[in-house]
Protein backbone atom coordinates (compact mmCIF):
# COMPACT_ATOMS: atom_id res chain seq x y z
CA UNK A 1 0.00 0.00 0.00
CA UNK A 2 0.91 3.54 -0.97
CA UNK A 3 1.99 5.74 1.82
CA UNK A 4 -0.25 8.22 1.01
CA UNK A 5 -3.48 6.17 0.49
CA UNK A 6 -3.43 6.69 4.48
CA UNK A 7 -5.04 10.10 4.09
CA UNK A 8 -6.30 9.60 0.65
CA UNK A 9 -8.96 7.22 1.94
CA UNK A 10 -7.73 4.01 0.30
CA UNK A 11 -7.73 2.44 4.05
CA UNK A 12 -10.25 0.90 5.94
CA UNK A 13 -10.44 -2.05 8.31
CA UNK A 14 -13.36 -3.81 9.65
CA UNK A 15 -13.09 -6.55 12.58
CA UNK A 16 -15.45 -9.39 13.24
CA UNK A 17 -18.32 -6.83 14.95
CA UNK A 18 -18.62 -5.11 12.00
CA UNK A 19 -17.31 -1.73 13.01
CA UNK A 20 -15.71 -0.04 10.37
CA UNK A 21 -13.30 2.68 10.16
CA UNK A 22 -12.10 5.07 7.62
CA UNK A 23 -8.92 7.54 7.91
CA UNK A 24 -10.04 9.51 5.14
CA UNK A 25 -13.64 10.07 6.51
CA UNK A 26 -12.26 11.03 10.14
CA UNK A 27 -9.96 13.62 8.71
CA UNK A 28 -12.43 15.18 6.61
CA UNK A 29 -14.30 15.45 9.47
CA UNK A 30 -11.30 17.48 11.33
CA UNK A 31 -10.71 19.72 8.43
CA UNK A 32 -12.57 19.33 5.17
CA UNK A 33 -9.95 19.29 2.72
CA UNK A 34 -5.74 18.81 3.38
CA UNK A 35 -4.54 22.39 2.71
CA UNK A 36 -1.95 22.20 -0.31
CA UNK A 37 0.38 23.89 1.56
CA UNK A 38 0.85 20.39 3.69
CA UNK A 39 0.97 18.22 1.30
CA UNK A 40 4.87 18.58 0.55
CA UNK A 41 5.51 18.59 4.14
CA UNK A 42 3.38 15.19 4.81
CA UNK A 43 5.21 13.78 1.91
CA UNK A 44 8.78 14.40 3.64
CA UNK A 45 10.65 11.38 4.63
CA UNK A 46 10.78 12.61 8.22
CA UNK A 47 7.13 12.59 8.36
CA UNK A 48 6.49 9.24 5.91
CA UNK A 49 8.38 7.02 8.18
CA UNK A 50 5.74 7.17 10.44
CA UNK A 51 3.79 5.98 8.45
CA UNK A 52 4.68 2.33 9.76
CA UNK A 53 4.21 3.49 13.23
CA UNK A 54 1.10 2.62 15.50
CA UNK A 55 -0.40 5.15 17.54
CA UNK A 56 -1.41 1.94 20.06
CA UNK A 57 2.19 1.65 21.27
CA UNK A 58 2.99 -2.03 19.99
CA UNK A 59 -0.70 -3.28 21.43
CA UNK A 60 -1.69 -4.19 17.92
CA UNK A 61 1.19 -6.92 18.17
CA UNK A 62 -0.09 -9.17 21.39
CA UNK A 63 -3.14 -11.55 22.12
CA UNK A 64 -4.06 -9.27 24.92
CA UNK A 65 -5.89 -6.44 22.71
CA UNK A 66 -8.02 -6.74 19.64
CA UNK A 67 -7.16 -3.32 18.52
CA UNK A 68 -10.12 -2.94 15.52
CA UNK A 69 -7.77 -1.38 13.29
CA UNK A 70 -4.29 0.11 12.68
CA UNK A 71 -3.86 3.97 13.29
CA UNK A 72 -0.63 4.73 12.52
CA UNK A 73 1.67 7.96 13.78
CA UNK A 74 1.61 9.59 11.04
CA UNK A 75 -1.87 9.50 10.80
CA UNK A 76 -2.15 11.10 13.92
CA UNK A 77 0.09 13.49 12.64
CA UNK A 78 -1.59 14.72 9.78
CA UNK A 79 -4.58 15.23 11.97
CA UNK A 80 -2.91 17.06 14.74
CA UNK A 81 -1.97 19.08 11.91
CA UNK A 82 -5.31 19.36 10.38
CA UNK A 83 -6.90 20.48 13.57
CA UNK A 84 -4.54 22.91 14.22
CA UNK A 85 -5.27 24.14 10.72
CA UNK A 86 -8.94 24.65 10.90
CA UNK A 87 -9.09 26.52 14.43
CA UNK A 88 -5.83 28.58 13.97
CA UNK A 89 -5.52 29.37 9.85
CA UNK A 90 -1.48 29.50 10.88
CA UNK A 91 0.15 28.05 8.26
CA UNK A 92 3.38 27.29 10.99
CA UNK A 93 1.31 26.32 13.58
CA UNK A 94 -0.11 23.14 11.23
CA UNK A 95 3.28 22.32 9.91
CA UNK A 96 4.82 22.50 13.69
CA UNK A 97 1.65 20.16 14.48
CA UNK A 98 2.30 17.87 12.05
CA UNK A 99 6.36 17.63 12.92
CA UNK A 100 5.73 16.85 16.69
CA UNK A 101 6.27 13.06 16.36
CA UNK A 102 8.64 12.76 13.93
CA UNK A 103 10.89 11.48 16.44
CA UNK A 104 9.01 8.39 17.59
CA UNK A 105 10.86 5.22 17.41
CA UNK A 106 8.90 1.89 16.85
CA UNK A 107 5.96 0.92 18.88
CA UNK A 108 6.08 4.45 20.24
CA UNK A 109 6.00 4.82 23.76
CA UNK A 110 7.29 1.64 24.56
CA UNK A 111 10.97 3.63 24.41
CA UNK A 112 9.81 5.81 26.98
CA UNK A 113 8.93 2.72 29.14
CA UNK A 114 12.51 1.61 27.94
CA UNK A 115 13.85 4.41 29.62
CA UNK A 116 12.06 4.61 32.96
CA UNK A 117 10.28 7.33 32.22
CA UNK A 118 6.48 5.67 32.21
CA UNK A 119 4.99 8.35 34.12
CA UNK A 120 5.55 11.24 32.07
CA UNK A 121 6.69 9.48 28.63
CA UNK A 122 8.91 12.54 27.07
CA UNK A 123 12.16 10.85 26.66
CA UNK A 124 12.06 11.61 23.07
CA UNK A 125 11.42 15.16 22.66
CA UNK A 126 14.47 16.53 22.91
CA UNK A 127 15.27 14.18 19.81
CA UNK A 128 12.57 15.99 18.32
CA UNK A 129 13.86 19.10 17.95
CA UNK A 130 17.12 17.49 16.63
CA UNK A 131 15.56 15.79 14.17
CA UNK A 132 13.60 18.89 12.91
CA UNK A 133 16.69 20.98 13.25
CA UNK A 134 18.88 18.82 11.07
CA UNK A 135 16.76 17.72 8.54
CA UNK A 136 17.78 19.44 4.91
CA UNK A 137 15.16 18.60 3.01
CA UNK A 138 13.16 20.47 5.68
CA UNK A 139 14.98 23.45 5.53
CA UNK A 140 14.47 23.72 2.09
CA UNK A 141 10.66 23.56 2.10
CA UNK A 142 10.62 26.27 4.91
CA UNK A 143 13.22 28.56 3.36
CA UNK A 144 10.64 28.27 0.29
CA UNK A 145 7.55 28.81 2.36
CA UNK A 146 9.27 32.66 4.66
CA UNK A 147 9.21 30.21 7.56
CA UNK A 148 12.49 29.71 9.97
CA UNK A 149 12.80 25.90 11.56
CA UNK A 150 12.37 27.76 15.31
CA UNK A 151 8.80 28.57 14.16
CA UNK A 152 8.12 24.95 13.94
CA UNK A 153 10.40 22.64 15.75
CA UNK A 154 8.34 22.74 19.34
CA UNK A 155 4.65 22.46 19.22
CA UNK A 156 4.39 23.27 22.71
CA UNK A 157 4.71 27.19 22.33
CA UNK A 158 1.17 27.07 20.81
CA UNK A 159 -1.71 26.56 22.70
CA UNK A 160 -3.86 25.15 20.52
CA UNK A 161 -1.20 22.14 19.52
CA UNK A 162 -0.52 21.19 22.62
CA UNK A 163 -1.04 22.70 26.58
CA UNK A 164 -0.33 20.93 29.64
CA UNK A 165 -3.41 18.70 31.40
CA UNK A 166 -5.84 18.98 31.80
CA UNK A 167 -6.09 21.55 29.13
CA UNK A 168 -7.72 20.12 25.27
CA UNK A 169 -5.04 20.69 22.65
CA UNK A 170 -4.97 19.52 18.87
CA UNK A 171 -2.71 17.14 20.19
CA UNK A 172 -4.85 15.59 23.00
CA UNK A 173 -8.35 16.11 21.00
CA UNK A 174 -6.57 13.84 17.82
CA UNK A 175 -5.43 10.95 19.29
CA UNK A 176 -8.48 10.18 21.68
CA UNK A 177 -10.96 9.74 18.66
CA UNK A 178 -9.16 6.86 17.02
CA UNK A 179 -7.74 5.72 20.39
CA UNK A 180 -11.13 5.22 21.56
CA UNK A 181 -12.52 3.57 18.67
CA UNK A 182 -9.96 1.42 17.96
CA UNK A 183 -9.60 0.26 21.46
CA UNK A 184 -13.44 0.05 22.52
CA UNK A 185 -15.71 1.50 19.81
CA UNK A 186 -16.48 4.25 22.49
CA UNK A 187 -16.49 6.40 19.18
CA UNK A 188 -18.55 6.21 16.10
CA UNK A 189 -17.51 7.95 12.98
CA UNK A 190 -21.08 10.41 13.45
CA UNK A 191 -20.34 10.97 16.98
CA UNK A 192 -16.65 12.23 16.61
CA UNK A 193 -18.42 14.68 13.99
CA UNK A 194 -21.10 15.78 16.28
CA UNK A 195 -18.31 16.42 18.94
CA UNK A 196 -16.28 17.99 16.88
CA UNK A 197 -18.72 20.48 15.97
CA UNK A 198 -18.78 21.68 18.97
CA UNK A 199 -15.24 22.41 19.95
CA UNK A 200 -14.46 26.41 19.77
CA UNK A 201 -11.23 27.93 20.50
CA UNK A 202 -12.06 29.53 23.72
CA UNK A 203 -9.73 31.58 27.08
CA UNK A 204 -8.35 29.57 29.66
CA UNK A 205 -7.35 31.07 33.14
CA UNK A 206 -4.11 32.83 31.86
CA UNK A 207 -6.67 34.10 29.00
CA UNK A 208 -4.46 31.52 26.23
CA UNK A 209 -6.60 29.96 23.53
CA UNK A 210 -7.45 26.77 23.91
CA UNK A 211 -9.97 24.45 22.60
CA UNK A 212 -12.88 23.92 24.45
CA UNK A 213 -16.70 23.28 24.36
CA UNK A 214 -19.48 25.49 23.61
CA UNK A 215 -21.90 23.33 25.05
CA UNK A 216 -22.00 21.75 28.63
CA UNK A 217 -23.87 18.29 27.77
CA UNK A 218 -21.37 17.26 24.67
CA UNK A 219 -18.41 18.58 27.08
CA UNK A 220 -19.59 15.93 29.59
CA UNK A 221 -20.29 13.25 26.59
CA UNK A 222 -17.07 14.27 25.65
CA UNK A 223 -15.12 14.18 29.09
CA UNK A 224 -16.74 10.29 30.07
CA UNK A 225 -15.49 8.73 26.77
CA UNK A 226 -12.34 10.30 27.11
CA UNK A 227 -11.86 8.93 30.44
CA UNK A 228 -13.16 5.80 29.95
CA UNK A 229 -9.87 5.05 27.23
CA UNK A 230 -7.89 6.93 29.54
CA UNK A 231 -8.95 4.11 31.85
CA UNK A 232 -7.91 0.99 29.65
CA UNK A 233 -4.28 2.85 29.65
CA UNK A 234 -4.30 2.56 33.25
CA UNK A 235 -4.73 -1.13 33.64
CA UNK A 236 -2.69 -3.70 34.23
CA UNK A 237 -3.31 -5.02 30.94
CA UNK A 238 -2.10 -1.86 29.02
CA UNK A 239 1.11 -1.49 31.54
CA UNK A 240 1.77 -5.31 30.58
CA UNK A 241 1.97 -4.94 26.91
CA UNK A 242 4.02 -1.88 27.26
CA UNK A 243 6.16 -2.69 29.84
CA UNK A 244 7.09 -6.56 28.90
CA UNK A 245 7.67 -5.25 25.22
CA UNK A 246 9.96 -2.48 26.65
CA UNK A 247 12.00 -5.35 28.01
CA UNK A 248 11.54 -7.25 25.27
CA UNK A 249 13.65 -4.41 23.06
CA UNK A 250 15.96 -3.54 26.07
CA UNK A 251 17.45 -7.47 25.64
CA UNK A 252 17.22 -7.21 22.00
CA UNK A 253 19.20 -4.31 21.58
CA UNK A 254 21.85 -5.59 24.36
CA UNK A 255 21.83 -8.51 22.32
CA UNK A 256 22.84 -7.14 19.72
CA UNK A 257 19.60 -8.80 17.84
CA UNK A 258 18.44 -4.88 16.68
CA UNK A 259 20.29 -1.86 16.96
CA UNK A 260 18.89 1.61 18.29
CA UNK A 261 19.11 2.96 14.59
CA UNK A 262 16.80 0.09 13.14
CA UNK A 263 13.63 1.66 15.41
CA UNK A 264 13.69 4.47 12.77
CA UNK A 265 14.95 2.67 10.01
CA UNK A 266 12.20 -0.05 10.10
CA UNK A 267 8.52 -0.44 10.54
CA UNK A 268 7.10 -2.44 13.68
CA UNK A 269 5.71 -5.01 10.70
CA UNK A 270 9.10 -5.26 9.43
CA UNK A 271 10.71 -5.85 13.34
CA UNK A 272 7.91 -8.00 14.35
CA UNK A 273 8.39 -10.21 11.27
CA UNK A 274 12.23 -10.25 11.88
CA UNK A 275 11.55 -10.69 15.90
CA UNK A 276 9.27 -14.01 14.73
CA UNK A 277 12.12 -15.45 12.24
CA UNK A 278 14.50 -15.07 14.99
CA UNK A 279 12.65 -16.65 17.98
CA UNK A 280 12.27 -19.55 15.27
CA UNK A 281 15.31 -20.25 14.91
CA UNK A 282 16.66 -19.33 18.54
CA UNK A 283 14.12 -20.84 20.99
CA UNK A 284 15.90 -20.98 23.91
CA UNK A 285 17.34 -17.78 24.67
CA UNK A 286 16.20 -14.96 26.96
CA UNK A 287 14.63 -12.93 24.41
CA UNK A 288 12.80 -15.99 22.50
CA UNK A 289 10.73 -16.62 26.13
CA UNK A 290 10.07 -12.58 26.58
CA UNK A 291 8.90 -11.91 22.82
CA UNK A 292 6.87 -14.78 22.35
CA UNK A 293 4.98 -14.18 25.85
CA UNK A 294 4.28 -10.98 24.72
CA UNK A 295 2.88 -11.87 21.59
CA UNK A 296 1.08 -14.85 22.53
CA UNK A 297 -0.47 -13.85 26.37
CA UNK A 298 -4.23 -13.28 25.85
CA UNK A 299 -4.94 -12.26 29.77
CA UNK A 300 -3.68 -10.91 32.96
CA UNK A 301 -3.19 -11.83 36.31
CA UNK A 302 -4.48 -9.64 38.76
CA UNK A 303 -2.33 -9.32 41.80
CA UNK A 304 -1.11 -7.79 44.97
CA UNK A 305 1.63 -9.87 45.03
CA UNK A 306 4.47 -11.14 42.79
CA UNK A 307 3.76 -14.56 41.21
CA UNK A 308 6.37 -17.54 40.88
CA UNK A 309 6.50 -18.19 37.17
CA UNK A 310 5.66 -15.42 35.66
CA UNK A 311 6.43 -12.25 34.02
CA UNK A 312 5.15 -9.06 36.63
CA UNK A 313 5.31 -5.82 36.23
CA UNK A 314 4.04 -2.98 38.73
CA UNK A 315 4.34 0.56 38.14
CA UNK A 316 2.64 3.88 38.07
CA UNK A 317 2.21 5.55 34.04
CA UNK A 318 0.80 9.05 33.03
CA UNK A 319 -2.71 9.89 33.43
CA UNK A 320 -3.89 11.16 30.74
CA UNK A 321 -7.05 13.20 30.99
CA UNK A 322 -9.17 16.39 30.38
CA UNK A 323 -11.01 18.93 31.90
CA UNK A 324 -12.00 20.83 29.00
CA UNK A 325 -13.45 24.42 28.83
CA UNK A 326 -17.16 25.14 28.72
CA UNK A 327 -18.77 28.52 27.00
CA UNK A 328 -21.06 29.55 30.14
CA UNK A 329 -21.66 33.25 28.93
CA UNK A 330 -20.52 35.07 26.08
CA UNK A 331 -17.15 35.76 27.28
CA UNK A 332 -17.22 33.83 29.76
CA UNK A 333 -15.49 30.03 30.06
CA UNK A 334 -15.17 27.66 33.13
CA UNK A 335 -13.92 24.18 33.05
CA UNK A 336 -16.61 21.69 33.42
CA UNK A 337 -15.39 20.17 36.60
CA UNK A 338 -16.68 23.38 38.02
CA UNK A 339 -20.04 23.63 37.03
CA UNK A 340 -20.93 20.02 36.54
CA UNK A 341 -20.92 18.05 39.42
CA UNK A 342 -20.97 14.27 37.36
CA UNK A 343 -18.49 15.60 35.14
CA UNK A 344 -15.88 16.92 38.62
CA UNK A 345 -16.52 13.20 40.13
CA UNK A 346 -15.76 11.52 36.64
CA UNK A 347 -12.29 13.21 37.24
CA UNK A 348 -11.76 12.82 40.66
CA UNK A 349 -12.53 8.93 40.44
CA UNK A 350 -9.91 8.61 37.73
CA UNK A 351 -7.59 10.43 39.11
CA UNK A 352 -7.54 8.06 42.51
CA UNK A 353 -7.97 4.80 40.32
CA UNK A 354 -5.63 2.10 41.14
CA UNK A 355 -5.29 -1.23 39.47
CA UNK A 356 -4.10 -4.22 41.39
CA UNK A 357 -0.26 -3.98 42.72
CA UNK A 358 1.12 -6.28 40.18
CA UNK A 359 0.03 -7.44 36.40
CA UNK A 360 1.89 -10.88 35.91
CA UNK A 361 1.69 -12.98 32.79
CA UNK A 362 3.04 -16.64 32.85
CA UNK A 363 5.66 -17.17 30.59
CA UNK A 364 4.80 -18.28 26.94
CA UNK A 365 5.82 -22.39 27.02
Known sequence: MNLYDYWKGEYFDRDKSGYKWNTDSYHKILCSRVPDFLKDYIQLPLVQRLSGIGLLCGTDWTKLFRNRFFYSRLDHSIGTALIAWNFSRSKKQAIAALLHDVSTPAFSHVSDFRNGDALLQESTEDLNIQMINENAFLKELLERDGYNLQEVNDYHKYPIDDNKCPGLSADRLEYMFPSGA?????????????????????????????????????????????????????????????????????????????????????????????????????????????????????????????MDDCWCVSLDVKKRYVDPLVQVEMNRFERISKINEEADKVIKDFLSYKDSLWGCVPYYK
Open 182 to 306: ALNEVWTMEEIKETYKDVAVLRNEKLLPELGFKTESIALDYLKKFTDVSLILQHNEDKAAMQLMADVMTVALKENIIHELDLYLQSESELIEFFDDYAVKNPSVEFTRLYLTFRNMDRVIHSEER
